[in-house]
């Protein structure tokens, strides 16, 4: 019999700015903190998983902890999602019981967090870099001007996405933005890589997070006396580390992937989810994102979001947190939405969704490089 | 302020497998590799085809010329570019796409699927394919 796998613990480090917080204090303090919140110690800890920077061992190091599994999966910012899923899987083979999977960036105000270091001779430094891109600004933004040529969807409602999140974040008080903001004021904001102004593009924050996954068994026997956050189903996948090899440059194969494959176990459908997170690195993520799990038809995701139906009130509350754009983006933000996820399913949300008790998590790594989908519930 | 030093602008380093294609631009060729069991042309070269699989590979020299797939106007600093400079995706007669540079363009007047052609830019010690606007009646 296959062993049920539940998030036990859940926590954020402060956010926004930490000039004095390195990027592995960022982790520690999350693991710490998400410990607390599951009501374990570290010595309960069998699994540690994280990404190369500072890197599972050091973490693990750093909080005394002797693990004997361990996930070093580093595929961008949905890379906490592909944590949680080897982990899942894991658990149900016997392999580990408590896996913390950590995050921290000193993405803002760079402390212990060197600049990703790229060879001038490696695949991107040849192919992509000789072009003036200078990060994700200028190549994740590249492929939208096609995909808004050839579907329905507008510039404006490019710009409604932004929207829609900034009356999210306008009630959450962590968020980093709080202000609401028109079309116009979106339109008008600093160019940055156009058709992108700057209320288009994420934040860049410093911050962490950390999560406790466990079996079901282990957590009621052990943990904290917090809803446990079922994990019904999840998928991954990953395609081209150019976003100009992009198969086709108006959908991103891997969100479709990896959200059937969390479908299909879960046994859930898109009508099934009450909550949604989507990556918003950039303001036509979510939109691709919604198009390409089947939310909504092909060239209908900006009359969607236009019309409300993600904001406040609307039938699939999306990014409930502010997203990157407005809440906080450290750099690798999949930890952020899966920790807005399960405030959502336990109910302890700054802008809480009434009845939420199904939420999907897409995660996005790299430029359109790698996806993660998590499904996850308040009840099994 | 926008400064145009092509020389300093970033210059990528070859590797064994991508020589060919970095030793073309220099001779002002636009090379790339075909599969010969596929028949397909494949960016950016690779030791065996990413369709098939196969090591049956010839390299063959591109028409040059390619259709504007996508871009962006850049308004970010970047060493030795202009501001704004265009940062393009075009998609080769042959195929396949590529990231590239559209220059000597005015952005405001770029349309999608236009037809655009190859030129070399010199940095330092590499030769980089960038694309300007194909002459009418070329």
């Known amino acids: 019999m296959s062993r049920d796998v539940v998030i036990m613990g859940a926590a954020e480090t402060d956010i926004g700015k930490l000039p004095t917080t390195s990027t592995l204090e960022l982790h520690v303090e999350g693991a710490r903190r998400a410990l607390a919140d599951a009501n374990l110690t570290k010595d309960q800890v069998d699994g540690i998983a994280s990404v190369s920077i500072p890197g599972p061992i050091q973490v693990a190091h750093s909080l005394g902890i002797t693990p004997t599994y361990v996930d070093g999966t580093g595929v ?7 944590h949680v899923r080897h982990a899942t899987a894991a658990i149900k083979a016997g392999y580990a019981d408590v896996v913390l999977v950590t995050h921290g960036e000193s993405g803002r105000s760079r402390v212990g967090a060197p600049m990703h270091p790229r060879a001038g001779d490696s695949v991107m430094a040849q192919f992509e870099m000789p072009y003036g891109i200078t990060g994700p600004p200028t190549s994740f933004t590249v492929p939208a001007r096609r995909f808004l040529h050839e579907t329905d969807n507008t510039l404006e409602q490019l710009a409604e996405v932004a929207v829609a999140q900034r009356r999210w974040a306008s009630r959450n008080p962590r968020a980093m933005f709080r202000d609401e903001i028109s079309v116009d004021d979106v339109l008008g904001a600093k160019m940055i890589a156009d058709p992108f102004t700057l209320l288009m593009c994420c934040l860049v924050t410093d911050g962490g997070g950390a999560l406790v996954v466990a079996s079901r068994e282990f957590a009621e026997a052990h943990g ?43 046994g859930t459908s898109q009508a099934d989810i009450d909550h949604l997170m989507i990556y918003d690195a950039f303001a036509h993520v979510p939109l691709y994102g919604l198009e390409d799990m089947g939310f909504v038809g092909r060239g209908e995701s900006g009359a969607f979001v236009a019309e409300g139906n993600t904001s406040p009130g609307g039938s699939l509350p999306l990014n409930t947190n502010g997203g990157g754009m407005s809440y906080t983006h450290t750099g690798m933000y999949g930890m952020f939405a899966i920790q807005e996820s399960v405030r959502q399913l336990r109910g302890e949300a700054a802008a809480q969704v009434d009845g939420a008790g199904t939420s999907l998590v897409l995660g996005n790594g790299g430029m359109f490089m790698s996806a993660a989908t998590l499904i996850l519930a308040n009840q099994r | 302020m926008t400064t145009s030093i092509p020389e300093a602008r970033f210059a990528p380093r070859a590797t064994p497998e991508t020589q060919p294609y970095w030793d073309a631009t220099a001779a002002g060729r636009l090379d ?61 007669e042959e195929g396949p796409r590529m990231m590239t540079n559209l220059v000597e363009a005015d952005p405001d007047t770029l349309e999608l699927d236009m037809p655009v052609e190859v030129r070399f830019e010199q940095r330092t010690g590499v030769a980089v394919p960038v694309f300007v606007p194909m002459k009418e009646n070329a």
Do not use: N
Not at chain 1, 249 to 261: H, I, N, P, V
Not at chain 2, 46 to 61: I, N, Y
């Open chain 2, 32 to 92: 790339l590799p075909r599969c010969r069991p596929c028949d397909q042309v494949f960016f950016y070269p690779r030791s065996s085809c990413p369709r098939c699989g196969s090591t049956d590979l010839e390299w063959v020299t591109c028409s040059g010329r390619g259709l504007l797939h996508t871009y962006i106007v850049s308004h970010r600093p970047a060493p030795g570019f202009p501001v704004p400079t265009v940062i393009a995706v075009v998609e080769l």
């Open chain 1, 224 to 266: 904290s006396d917090k809803p446990l956050v079922h994990i019904l189903g999840t998928g991954e996948a990953a395609t081209t580390p150019l976003i100009s090899q992009m198969e086709d440059m108006t959908r991103c194969k891997q969100f479709t992937l990896s959200s059937q494959a969390a479908f299909k176990e879960s």
């Open chain 1, 76 to 82: 961008g910012g949905s890379s906490f999602l592909f």
